[in-house]
Structures are given as structure tokens and as C-alpha cells.
């Protein structure tokens, strides 16, 4: 796999939501403010985030995948109030455990880690994320999972669902990219009227690069 930053591409438009977690266990809840088009992965770390950050108890650790999200009241009202609590693992003991690669742009040598064929991506983003930290490697690339995006050569330049199983493509060679963010003179250019034909030039030569180091990394294996 071959990981690489990309550039959060969040819309600038998107509604800002003021929620509250409450912890099982935990006297309060936790609020902070996210973008409503936040994945709940994102959400959970954050509150795992804040949770340490204030000290709380029970200690809870930063596994995201060892936690779940409930909303006890969905309604058209749009509640945003939310629990978190802890969920047994059930995951297939009959799963098979796949042992993955993950080459990072810049940095010597890969990441290996074994992970279970039906893990979630985001799961496998997080734990990338962190191992190559544990490492001490360079570049810094941080803990922000919603920044960074996977890729499956087999499947072409489009990003993996973070809801899908890792396993569910059939292949063990990824690609984790940043997305670039449009430059100052796009955005000026897109107020003028002309935005569209550079917003679609800069996509162009994005994805063409993006095909050009897949098209690399299937030829070396």
C-alpha cells in the first residue's frame, strides 16, 4: 500500500451542528461542534479526543473501533443528542487475517500490521495512522483519519467507502491520499465565473497522477 496527505475537501457551505455525547459511566456530556457532513467515525474519535483531553473516568482509550454511536431519538426535528458506549466485539472467528503493506510517500520502507478481513476502512486508516506515528517516521502525517482517503488499484481512482470491509475487494495493496485543496486563484477564478474549467483542470491532472502511481504500484507486484 502507499500512503500519502491529502487536503480536506470539506463544503465551505455545509451546516454546523452543536452536539452532545453522553458517556456511559461519565457524569456529563461532551459537546463540541462538528460539520453535518462529519463522518460518525470522525465523531467518535473526536469524542474520544475530548473525553482524555478532560480527564474523565472511566478511562476509555482511543480505539474507535471498540465504540459505538446511538441517537435514542431520530426524528425530522433533527436531535442531537447522542450516547456513546462500548460494543462487544463479534466479529466472525472464522475471518480470515490478512497481513497488509503500507508504503508512505517520503518515508523509508513499509508498514506491515495484520488485521482481520472484515474490518472497516476507516478502522484500517486509524491504525496506519497510528503505527506510523508509534514509529516516529517522517513526514508528520497526524491522526486525522477524515483527511486522508483509501484507494484499491483493483477498483480504479475512486476512494473505498470507510464503511467498507477491507477484505471486500479482494486485494491487500492500497493507496492513502490527501486530496489537494483548490488553489487561491481557483476560488478567485471560481467568483469571476471561470471556475468550473480550472476546478476541472486541477481534478484532471490530480487523478491523472493518482492513475499514474496505481498503474506503478500493480506493475511492481
Request: net charge positive; charged share 20%; hydrophobic share 40%.
Amino acid at each position: 500500500m502507499l500512503l500519502s496527505k491529502q487536503k480536506k475537501n470539506q463544503n465551505a457551505n455545509a451546516r454546523r451542528l452543536l452536539i452532545s455525547i453522553n458517556v456511559l459511566g461519565s457524569a456529563g456530556p461532551i459537546r463540541f461542534v462538528v460539520n453535518e457532513e462529519e463522518l460518525v467515525a470522525t465523531v467518535i474519535d473526536t469524542a474520544l479526543k475530548s473525553y482524555a483531553r478532560e480527564g474523565r473516568l472511566p478511562v476509555l482509550g482511543n480505539d474507535i473501533a471498540g465504540f459505538a454511536l446511538h441517537c435514542p431519538h431520530v426524528g425530522s426535528d433533527g436531535n442531537n443528542k447522542m450516547l456513546l458506549s462500548k460494543q462487544k466485539k463479534n466479529q466472525n472467528a472464522n475471518a480470515r487475517r490478512l497481513l497488509i503493506s503500507i508504503n508512505v510517500l517520503g518515508s523509508a520502507g513499509p508498514i506491515r500490521f495484520v488485521v482481520n478481513e472484515e474490518e472497516l476502512v476507516a478502522t484500517v486508516i486509524d491504525t496506519a495512522l497510528k503505527s506510523y506515528a508509534r514509529e516516529g517516521r517522517l513526514p508528520v502525517l497526524g491522526n486525522d483519519i477524515a483527511g486522508f482517503a483509501l484507494h484499491c488499484p483493483h477498483v480504479g481512482s475512486d476512494a473505498l467507502s470507510p464503511w467498507d470491509a477491507i477484505g471486500s475487494h479482494g486485494a491487500r495493496n492500497f493507496m492513502l491520499c490527501r486530496k489537494p485543496q483548490p488553489s487561491t486563484e481557483n476560488v478567485n477564478a471560481a467568483a469571476d465565473g471561470n471556475g468550473t474549467s480550472l476546478s476541472r483542470r486541477g481534478s484532471g491532472s490530480w487523478k491523472a497522477w493518482l492513475n499514474k502511481s496505481l498503474n506503478l504500484k500493480i506493475s511492481s507486484h
